[in-house]
């Protein structure tokens, strides 16, 4: 095995590619958080004093489990 000379490509880019990827992946989950935030918007706004105490535990339950699978990754 010999070392890589300075015109020898090391990298081909792969981990580019990646991110590339992952920030496409990133933005298209960011949308669709969007538009269910603004779906959610509006039934919230239709609900009374009780369902909302329901709704906002469902919603920080909902959040934890994923900001834990965020974690875990």
Do not use: W
Not at 14 to 32: H, S, Y
Request: overall charge negative; aromatic content about 8%.
């Amino acid at each position: 095995m010999h070392s890589p000379k300075f015109s020898e490509p090391v990298n081909q880019g792969g981990d580019i590619d990646e991110f590339a990827f992952t920030f496409k992946v990133n933005i298209r989950i960011g949308a669709i958080a969007l538009i269910i935030a603004g779906a959610l918007t509006g039934i919230y706004s239709q609900l009374n004093d009780k369902q909302r105490e329901v709704a906002n535990f469902g919603t920080t339950a909902l959040g934890v489990c994923i900001a834990g699978a965020s974690a875990v990754q």
